[in-house]
Antibody, heavy 124, light 109 residues
C-alpha cells in the first residue's frame, strides 16, 4: 500500500535550518507530484510547497518563499523540504502528501494520501 | 490571494444530515476537495473534484459546488464522523498555490 513517512523534525532555534525528508513506498514515486502541508498547533492546514513529478516545477506559499526549498530524489523515492531562516511561526506539524494525478507538470491536488507528519518546533 | 470561508463548527444529532459549507469568490469555477481530520491523525481525502468519492469513503459522504459555495454533505451521521473538515482549492490566478479553508469542527451530539 502507499506509504509516506516523514523524518527530520525536532526543536531548532530561530534563524537556524532544518531539513525534512519524506520516504515514499508502494507507488511509482517518480510519476507523481508531491506536496508539503503544515499545521500549527491547534490551527488549520496551510499548503507549503509543491514539486512536479520530474522536479522541473516548484511553487511555494508566500509565507515560506525565499526561505524553504522543496526537492526530490526519484532514484531514492524521497521528498525533501529544506527550511532556512526558521521563525517561531514556522512551528507546526509538517505533512508530505502525494498528488493524485500522474505526470502533471503543474500539480494542483487533491492530496492523497498524507504522511503521519513531522513536528518542527522553532524556539530559543 | 484567494480566501475560503468555513463555519468554525457544525453540530448534528446521530442519524441526521450534516452540511458543511465552503465559501469563495466564484468557487463554482474551481475544483473543490474535502479532507477529514480526526484528532492526532493526518488528514484523509473524502471528496475530490467537487463530488467524487475516493475508494473506501462511504456513500454517506457527498459534495456539491455552485457559484460561491461548495458543500460537503454527510448523511446518516455517525459518532465516528466527528472530526475537523477542511475544503481545499487550487489558485492559479496570480501564482500557483494551494488554498485551504479554515476548517469546520463537526460535533455529533
Amino acid at each position: 500500500q502507499v506509504q509516506l513517512v516523514e523524518s527530520g523534525g525536532g526543536v531548532v532555534q530561530p534563524g537556524r535550518s532544518l531539513r525534512l525528508a519524506c520516504a515514499a513506498s508502494g507507488f511509482t514515486f517518480s510519476s507523481y507530484g508531491m506536496h508539503w502541508v503544515r499545521q500549527a498547533p491547534g490551527k488549520g492546514l496551510e499548503w507549503v510547497a509543491v514539486i512536479s513529478y520530474d522536479g522541473s516545477n516548484k511553487y511555494y506559499a508566500d509565507s515560506v518563499k525565499g526561505r524553504f526549498t522543496i526537492s526530490r530524489d526519484n532514484s531514492n523515492n524521497t521528498l525533501y523540504l529544506q527550511m532556512n531562516s526558521l521563525r517561531p511561526d514556522d512551528t507546526a506539524v509538517y505533512y508530505c502528501a502525494k498528488d493524485v494525478r500522474l505526470f502533471v507538470l503543474f500539480s494542483a491536488g487533491p492530496f492523497d494520501p498524507w504522511g503521519q507528519g513531522a513536528l518542527v518546533t522553532v524556539s530559543s | 490571494s484567494y480566501v475560503l470561508t468555513q463555519p468554525p463548527s457544525v453540530s448534528v444529532a446521530p442519524g441526521k444530515t450534516a452540511r458543511i459549507t465552503c465559501g469563495g469568490n466564484n468557487i463554482g469555477s474551481k475544483n473543490v476537495h474535502w479532507y477529514q481530520q480526526k484528532p492526532g491523525q493526518a488528514p484523509v481525502l473524502v471528496i475530490s473534484y467537487d463530488s467524487g468519492r475516493p475508494s473506501g469513503i462511504p456513500e454517506r459522504f457527498s459534495g456539491s459546488n455552485s457559484v460561491n459555495t461548495a458543500t460537503l454533505t454527510i448523511s446518516r451521521v455517525e459518532a465516528g464522523d466527528e472530526a475537523d473538515y477542511f475544503c481545499q482549492v487550487w489558485d492559479s490566478s496570480v501564482d500557483h498555490m494551494g488554498v485551504f479553508g479554515g476548517g469546520t469542527k463537526l460535533t455529533v451530539l
